[in-house]
């Protein structure tokens, strides 16, 4: 049997219209390596303050190749959790069937008041509650990344995989960059899923932003074809209204 091929994701969260120049930065830099992005969009956060040169670059990636995903809604947790912790909940990781829904419906409108649609989507950091996903199934969505793989919610298949970043975690950032880019480069020569996440203040560092690079150059090297979300659970189908 011929080796498996490895395939290399790579996420940009955090969008906003102040720090869409790291982001288009960042694009520049992987489109010159051939590598599309898979953009986490969360409607209320960077459809905040000056929407318009946000949609703008959004639009514009989507053209030139790039996937989009619904990042949340507001990346807010729940009222109920917030008296009851210290560290803020991610906004999806808990919520029963019910919540998760209205916190979906409510994303969709503004989705659609910005005029962008998608059927995938990602939790904030990574962490979905199974009434989430029950409420992703019944509004349509037709994918789920989490922080151990990539769901395709109309068959039940689950693409195996862990995201890595940074700060998932309490270790110093130079660890972090030097786990990004040899767990990269450890999965593509094993032809697993390379699943790098970065966020726009993580591109504020030269640091993190180097190492993002080179874990994409060594997945490549290794032979890691470079996809994006969407293409894993193809064919795709319309997201539901």
Known sequence: MGSVTARLLVSLSGINAWTLDR???????????????????????????????????????????????????????????????????AEFATLPTHEAGLR?????????????????FVPPRWLASPGTLVALRRTGFSMCADLVGVRDLRTGAVHRGRVQGFGFGERTEPWWCFALVMGAARSARRGGMVRLAVDTADLARSGPRQALLDAVDIALHHGARAVTYPELVRPRSARVA
């Open 104 to 120: 979906l419906i409510a994303a969709g409108a503004a989705m659609e008041r910005l005029g962008l649609e998608t059927d995938g």
């Open 23 to 89: 982001g288009a930065d960042l694009s520049d830099e992987l489109a010159a390596r051939g590598v599309p992005l898979s953009l986490l969009f969360a409607p209320r956060v960077a459809g905040a303050g000056q929407p318009r040169p946000v949609l703008s670059w959004v639009r514009e990636r989507r053209a030139a190749g790039d996937a989009l995903l619904q990042h949340g809604y507001d990346h807010a947790a729940a009222p109920r959790e917030r008296t009851i912790v210290i560290r803020k909940r």
